[in-house]
């Protein structure tokens, strides 16, 4: 039962991104996508009735019992879009936005998308005069929202 595969694909992405500061606000932006495509063929075939003892090759057999034991052809595809946006004034208060957005062609054509968005906030204690004034020993200490 001889089997014959072939597989091929590519894979492609690319990101864009940003940052800069102005006075006391900085930004920072990442956007991307990616592609991903894979083909696959398969074919298997079974050979009966060995007519030439002790070879394996097809034309060993009878060749009115060949029979195909299998073939089949995929595709799948995935494509994704991504971006996340951060944002700080002076380096004390934080905001950060993330976001993907995800299709696969192994699901049903209308559910193929789904999106994972996040967002934060944060302070970081330690900038603060207050602070740093007070408490020596620690010099990094950030308050996740």
């Known amino acids: 039962t001889p089997n014959l595969g072939k597989d091929n694909g590519y894979q492609g992405?690319?990101?864009?991104?940003?940052?800069?500061?102005?006075?006391?606000?900085?930004?920072?932006?990442?956007?991307?996508?990616e592609q991903t495509v894979n083909n696959n063929e398969n074919l298997s075939v079974r050979?009966?009735?060995?007519?030439?003892?002790?070879?394996t090759d097809y034309w060993a057999f009878d060749q009115?019992?060949?029979?195909?034991?299998?073939?089949?052809?995929?595709?799948?595809?995935?494509?994704?879009?991504?971006?996340?946006?951060s944002y700080d004034f002076d380096k004390k208060y934080l905001l950060q936005a993330v976001s993907r957005i995800d299709a696969s062609s192994n699901f049903a054509r209308g559910d193929r998308w789904g999106i994972s968005p996040s967002i934060g906030a944060g302070w970081v204690v330690s900038q603060e005069d207050f602070f740093k004034?007070?408490?020596?020993f620690i010099n990094f200490l950030n308050k996740p929202f």
């Open 47 to 55: 050979w009966d009735g060995q007519i030439i003892p002790d070879m």
């Open 133 to 136: 004034d007070n408490v020596s």
């Open 13 to 33: 992405f690319f990101t864009l991104s940003y940052a800069n500061t102005f006075a006391k606000h900085s930004i920072d932006i990442v956007t991307g996508a």
């Open 64 to 85: 009115n019992r060949l029979q195909i034991g299998g073939r089949s052809i995929g595709k799948s595809t995935k494509r994704s879009f991504f971006g996340r946006m």
